[in-house]
């Protein structure tokens, strides 16, 4: 056995592995605190028709505010709250946060915005996910038809009976679904025709090589022909050149969303910035 012969190793996987289960308990413990407190804030990033060059809607990405209130982004965190089950009460709060948001932004007189929410694979396994989406339209009044859920293919992979069953009872209440970061898993593509998503979201890694790398904008240009050709629409993520954006359009593709219109912004921004776009086009 490895143990016998080199106790030195086994010992410093040993020692190794208690300080990433003591990291991980720790950041658990002060996220479920987070929790406790509401130190979460969504900030929104636009999602623009490339053709009529408007905003029609907003992702909502979550940030922890930390006890020094540094905004820590969700790369950090997620997969802890994942692991620890506290993602089915944080994404409770976040899609609950979204449409009191979106409905505020109905009520000051916006034109009509999407609003996107993401989803962890969890909320769809055992998060009453049905029930809280219900819930929430209800109690915040925002319209079913302008929330979007974005679904990652692993959520499409797990038990697809429960799945299909979900997300049939989703499209059934007027929520949108779209597929985040498509082109990413290791999904079959039978599933597409099969499932009822409305969207396809390119992700970035395709777009950043953008007339740059043949092969990426070969897939590009296959990804918008495929979603067309099953009726869904098409959305360019991580899009910060004219460049990217002149060919996504030459392509065809519906939408796109990225730093070249705008950083994901705190909500106290977007009334000012639909404003300003709506003057300079
Ligand atoms: P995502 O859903 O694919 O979101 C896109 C990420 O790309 C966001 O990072 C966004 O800020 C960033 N981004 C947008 N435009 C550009 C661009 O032009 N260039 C580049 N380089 N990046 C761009 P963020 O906010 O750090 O979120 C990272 C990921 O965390 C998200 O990826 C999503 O998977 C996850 N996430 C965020 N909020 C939530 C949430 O409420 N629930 C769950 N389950 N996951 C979330
Ligand atoms: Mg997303
Ligand atoms: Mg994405
Ligand atoms: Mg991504």
């Known amino acids: 056995h490895a143990k016998d012969s080199a106790p030195g190793v086994s010992r410093f996987f040993e020692s190794r592995m208690s300080r990433d289960a003591l990291a ?3 950041i658990q413990s002060r996220l479920r605190q987070a929790l406790a407190q509401e130190k979460f804030i969504l900030h929104f990033q636009p999602q623009i028709d490339v053709i009529a060059n408007k905003v029609v809607g907003f992702e909502a990405l979550v940030r922890w505010i930390d ?3 540094e905004l820590v ?6 997969a802890a709250a994942e692991e620890s089950g506290l993602i089915v009460p944080l994404g409770k709060w976040v899609l609950g946060e979204a449409c009191r948001q979106g409905r505020e932004w109905l009520d000051a007189g916006l ?3 999407s ?7 969890q909320q769809f396994k055992h998060g009453g996910i049905l029930e809280t989406v219900a819930e929430v339209l209800t109690s915040t009044g925002f319209p079913a038809g302008l929330l979007e859920l974005e679904l990652t293919e692993s959520i499409l992979l797990q038990d697809t009976e429960l799945v ?6 989703l499209k059934l209440m007027g929520v949108k679904l779209s597929i985040d970061d498509f082109g990413t898993g290791y999904s079959s593509l039978s599933y597409l025709k099969r499932l009822a998503v409305d969207k396809l979201k390119i992700d970035q890694s395709f777009v950043r090589d953008l007339g740059e790398s043949a092969d990426d904008s070969a897939i590009v240009r ?11 629409s098409v959305i360019a993520e991580g899009v910060e050149t004219d460049r990217q954006l002149a060919f996504l359009r030459s392509f065809g593709c519906n939408q796109a969303q990225g730093y070249l219109f705008s950083r994901p912004l705190p909500a106290e921004d977007i009334p000012d910035y639909v404003l300003q776009r709506a003057s300079v086009s």
């Open 73 to 78: 982004p969700p790369g950090s965190f997620i």
């Open 24 to 26: 991980l308990m720790q």
């Open 67 to 69: 006890e020094n209130g």
């Open 222 to 232: 296959a990804i918008i022909q495929l979603g067309h050709t099953l009726q869904l």
């Open 115 to 121: 609003v996107a929410v993401n989803m962890s694979a």
């Open 111 to 113: 034109p009509q915005f």
């Open 164 to 169: 299909m069953q979900t997300l049939g009872e």
